[in-house]
């Protein structure tokens, strides 16, 4: 019979890995085992206490094992940290960081079988556990902690800027590079500038600017997908959330992972505070402050500046110092690439390509004289428009509505 008083002792004396006792599923079970050990509890609370933590742990698994595992993994703890820093760790640390580690294993392994047979009662729920190595698997993720990561960036790798913290986005865009057709010598500057940041080479601050709906957000997104298990992260952030970008980089410029600030669709009007902020930013060298990080904005304007006859008539003694600085906004990105609105023959290339991605079971041929209709009722050709159009075209085929 498992020893329950001894495990709390020793989980309640967790020092390195202290966070996981805030853990709600955590706290139930522990709950459990103490009044377990409590000759005072009856047996109708007990199947109360165990079904309360049994239903929280169904919340995500059905393996106690691979939770508690999964949680340890998570945790971003002083020795984690240390390490994702580069710092030396003491070795009063190591050892404890080893001790804990048993610990939370010994926790891990307490079988339903033992628990139920404590209670006196067998009509219980039940969970699985495994027999798994926590030290082998923990020092593992330790030496490639620059791909997994810690903490909240350990299993997401989207995130977003709600309430002056970086939170992660549960359900993210799927899209993938392979998923993209056209403009490859434009997505490969990206690639390219991507993957010089994650083997630590010097990279630029992108710009990418263009026609709406020619797939600048798209191929973002897709390189963050692409290379997230190589230790990409993406954060995205609105223009008005420009001035967080300081304490961005200060939160993350010591992790070890890399990490895009992703800002879609930027443009400034005359006199918008934004605006200096992005300037002070990008003048300041966001990348010289954190080597990790590069910034990859989208607009659809080669200036980002929204201008009007008025502003070219203003009463500035230097105006034309001021238009200067206004239009050379976007000259302090270090790359910029251009996605122009495709061109009959790249248009009708791309809706090839995603017929062949969505296997239509239509004539080539009859796809492109439709998507060209389309297009024109539209407003216009798009890699947008060509996926919207096969993915009406999809869903007609689906249906059975597609008539040749």
Not at 54 to 83: G, Q, R, W
Not at 143 to 157: E, L, S, V
Not at 215 to 233: F, P, Q
Not at 288 to 304: E, M, P, Q
Request: proline content about 2%; some cysteine.
């Amino acid at each position: 019979m498992t020893d329950f008083i001894e495990i709390i002792k020793r989980v309640s004396s967790l020092a390195v890995f202290r966070n996981i006792l805030n853990n709600k599923t955590v706290q139930n079970f522990l709950r459990l085992l103490n009044n377990l050990s409590d000759n005072t509890f009856k047996q109708k609370d007990l199947i109360s206490d165990y079904s309360e933590f049994v239903s929280e742990l169904y919340k995500h698994t059905d393996s106690l094992t691979d939770y508690i595992l999964n949680i340890v993994l998570e945790d971003e703890n002083i020795y984690m940290l240390k390490k994702g820093a580069g710092e030396e760790i003491s070795p009063l640390l190591e050892e404890r960081l080893e001790n804990e580690l048993v610990t939370l294993e010994s926790l891990a392994k307490i079988s339903c079988g033992d628990v139920g047979r404590a209670i006196g009662y067998r009509g219980l729920a039940k969970w699985k556990t495994e027999d798994i190595d926590f030290c082998k698997i923990y020092y593992e993720r330790i030496r490639d902690i620059n791909k997994f990561g810690y903490g909240i960036y350990a299993n997401n790798h989207i995130f977003v800027i709600k309430d002056g913290k970086i939170k992660p986005v549960s359900f993210p865009d799927n899209t993938r590079l392979s998923q993209l057709s056209g403009y490859e010598a434009q997505r490969q500057t990206v690639i390219d500038n991507t993957i010089a940041l994650l083997n630590g080479r010097p990279a630029n601050n992108v710009l990418l600017y263009g026609d709406c709906g020619t797939g600048k957000s798209s191929t973002v997104k897709a390189i963050a997908n692409e290379y997230k298990d190589m230790g990409l992260r993406l954060i995205e952030l609105k223009k008005k959330q420009l001035h967080e970008i300081p304490l961005i980089v200060e939160t993350v410029s010591r992790n070890p992972l890399k990490f895009i600030l992703f800002i879609d669709d930027l443009s400034f009007t005359e006199n918008d505070d934004d605006f200096a902020a992005l300037k002070a930013i990008l003048e300041g060298s966001v990348s010289s402050a954190a080597d990790n990080l590069v910034i990859y904005a989208t607009s659809n304007r080669r200036h980002l500046i929204k201008e009007s006859f008025s502003n070219r008539e203003g009463d500035d003694i230097h105006f034309n110092d001021t238009m200067q600085e206004l239009l050379s906004l976007s000259d302090r990105f270090g790359i910029r690439v251009v996605f122009e609105k495709p061109d009959k023959k790249l248009y009708l290339s791309v809706v090839e390509d995603l017929a062949k991605q969505y296997e239509l079971d239509m004539s080539v041929e009859d796809i492109k004289k439709r998507a060209e209709v389309f297009a024109l009722e539209r407003g216009g050709r798009s890699p947008r428009a060509a996926k919207q159009f096969i993915e009406m075209l999809k869903g007609m085929e689906n249906s059975g509505a597609y008539k040749s």
